[in-house]
């Protein structure tokens, strides 16, 4: 900065002086400060007030407060929907957070409500009496049980790893597809156009699903998915070759289940969040799962073609 060596003196009346007093006091700047700025055209923007400051204090609790729910969540898996409200309300409490209203996004059903829809579909699939045989057996009174435990099995399968972008759409049409190929080798041709359906709704959600999705499958897509792959399945009698191909959800399922037991421990569940949880990538963890897909699908057809 160059040195000020010129002196300049002006003559103010009161009102003036006391003018000038205010509005360098309120920029937090002296007097000659205040009138170098105004020289070299800047005007000085006043000084927010202590009160400003304290609200940008509480805006960073908060800040931090919310990042400590998304960590207990990432660690956990869920959101403590009972905790996040204590911390709300005592916020409320506080006098640091206001609520002006409240917009319910939407009303998540119950795990009771949806197992019995699951159970629902199961049976109305019964009802209809095209499951009679299964690998080569007559079920009997057993069709019901069969259908029900393979509907709530696959439906679960489906929405358990509908976690990551494209990764439940993208499996079930890998199997879909797999499912057609092996029939088309069987010479079951009454099964394939259900399986081109199913082939066709995951291609064309996975337009929109794929990374980064733009649309979610949520309850409702992995239902569909879900009970249409199992009564497909069921319908053709391919049971054996059907839970080869959609092995990867299984084994995921089985991996939750153990950790539920205590048996295994993660850190995040299902297996999918663990992997990236560890640091591999949600794209590379998506491809590897449809990878190991491909390859079961492919292992069965061989079978079929070579030993069978």
Known sequence: ??????????????????????KSQAVGMNASDYIRHLIVGYKPKEKPSEQFYEEIKNIRNIGNNINQIARIANAKGVIDIPHLKKEIDKLVEEGKVEIIGEVPIK???????????????????????????IGGFNLGIL???????????????????DGMDGLAAGIVGIAS??????????GNMAGIPVFIILTGLCLGFLVFNKYPASIFMGDTGSFVLGTGYAAAVLISDIPYFGVLALGVPIASVVVSLLHR????????EPLHHTLNHYGMSERKIVLSYWGVTV???????LVQLYIF
Do not use: H
Request: glycine share 6%.
């Open 1 to 22: 900065m160059r040195s000020r060596r010129i002196k300049k003196q002006i003559w103010l009346n009161d009102e003036e002086e006391y003018i000038m007093k205010c």
């Open 107 to 133: 009303t998540e059903p119950g795990e009771l409500e949806k197992i019995i829809c699951q159970i629902l579909l199961g049976v109305l699939l019964g009802l209809t009496g095209v499951v009679t045989t």
């Open 143 to 161: 069709a019901f049980p069969v259908v029900i435990i393979a509907i709530l099995g696959c439906i679960n399968c489906v929405n358990l790893i």
């Open 177 to 186: 597809f797999a499912c057609c190929c092996y029939l088309y080798l069987c």
């Open 261 to 268: 037991a205590n048996i295994i421990k993660l850190p995040v």
């Open 295 to 301: 390859l079961l699908c492919v292992i069965g057809i």
